[in-house]
């Protein structure tokens, strides 16, 4: 008995089942990474470790806001733990939107994410604020210090620590955009032990972003079920697809 192999027919290509499977499971995982990435901001990629890390936000036109640059111990239960004895930071905005920064203080959300330091430098008796930049500016440096003893706050793994409260501000008249909220990276910014070594650590920028009045903003819920019907639509065709190579 013989059997005879059909050729594809002219100007049709022969797509085995395993590299057809692995064209689909390539393109879905673009889509994935980029709709993940549209839901839910940038994805930070490190190691563990120390992270100082800035929010992403929306705000309307003509309004202000607030939010805390945060701390984070990323490593594993069971990690490196590290005594952080004095930071400093510099945050910058940068972006079309004429957002502005106008003030920082050590004033971090208590639960969430409460004050590095449990006795700050600016609540000594002449200590300086946290920041000595006149505001409001798109651009200011920040620091203290832990004045407790031992002189350190131990960070363990999985904690949150707030290193500043910071405010904003957004122009009237600002277009649609978004301005992204810069950390300046070591040695610009500092974290250190109480013998002054250099404490090394990773970075997540952020983001304010600027929505003009009466422009609808997609729910993250609706993002991810307009993944899901791309998805699920990607798939069909692909089986299409095979039931006409295989007649």
Request: with cysteine.
């Amino acid at each position: 008995m013989k059997l005879r192999t059909r050729r594809p027919e002219s100007g049709q290509r022969s797509c085995s089942s395993g590299s057809c499977w692995r064209w689909v499971c390539g393109l879905f995982r673009v889509i994935a990474v980029a709709l993940a990435a549209i839901v839910g901001g940038a994805v930070p990629c490190s190691a563990g470790g120390l992270v100082i890390e800035a929010p992403s936000l929306m705000a309307k036109p003509g309004s202000s806001g607030s939010f805390d640059l945060l701390l984070v111990n990323t490593n594993l239960t069971g990690g490196a733990s590290y005594d952080v004895s004095s930071d400093q930071f510099v945050l910058s905005l940068s972006g079309p939107l004429g957002i502005t920064f106008t003030g920082v203080s050590i004033a971090t959300d208590p639960v969430a994410a409460p004050y590095i330091f449990v006795s700050s430098g600016t609540t000594q008796p002449g200590g300086p604020p946290l920041s000595t930049d006149t505001f409001p500016k798109t651009r200011f440096t920040g620091a203290d210090a832990e004045f407790a003893l031992p002189g350190f706050r131990i960070v363990s793994p999985g904690d949150t620590f707030g290193l500043a409260h910071v405010s904003y501000a957004v122009s009237s008249s600002t277009p649609n955009g978004i301005d992204t909220i810069t950390i300046a990276p070591s040695p610009t910014s500092l974290l250190t032990m109480v013998d002054g070594t250099p404490i090394s650590f990773g970075i997540t920028n952020g983001s304010i972003g600027s929505i003009a009045v009466g422009t609808v903003v997609p729910e993250p819920w609706a993002l991810t079920q307009a993944s899901t019907a791309v998805l699920i639509g990607l798939g069909l065709v692909w089986r299409r697809r095979r039931v006409r190579q295989r007649t």
